[in-house]
């Protein structure tokens, strides 16, 4: 029996619409350490789909076109260090809109927004 999902999957994945796929997908890996799985490109070479493993997540993406627009998330991703990637979040180009704080419960958080206006709160456990 062919299984339902593609293994090391999960059931729920983000679907990024977005502009400058190509721009999208390079942030992901100098930020999170992305992982690049599958790919497919329209006739023109833009972007179809594209899937990408983040820890133990896998999003996918396309580039936006007038049928289908950009789209913008926000996100919640527990990291290493989030006061690290915060940081190089900012240097990446990011905006700054919050910078990691512990306020409440045991997660210090930060976060910022991409270029694609997605808003990215990055956490780590403290506690």
Aim: charged content about 25%; glycine content about 6%; some cysteine.
């Amino acid at each position: 029996m062919i299984p339902f999902k593609p293994a090391g999957y999960n059931a729920v994945s983000p679907y990024f619409i977005v502009k400058d796929a190509p721009r999208f997908v390079q942030l992901m890996k100098d930020l999170f350490d992305a992982v690049e799985l599958r790919k497919y490109e329209r006739p023109d070479g833009s972007i179809m789909h594209q899937e990408l493993k983040l820890d133990d997540t896998v999003i996918m993406l396309s580039e936006a076109t007038a049928e289908y627009p950009a789209n913008e998330f926000l996100l919640h991703y527990y990291v290493l260090d989030a006061t690290a990637t915060y940081k190089k979040a900012l240097e990446l180009g990011c905006e700054g809109l919050q910078e990691p704080i512990q306020k409440g419960d045991p997660d210090l958080r930060g976060m910022f927004k991409d270029f694609n206006g997605n808003v990215w709160s990055v956490s780590t456990q403290t506690e």
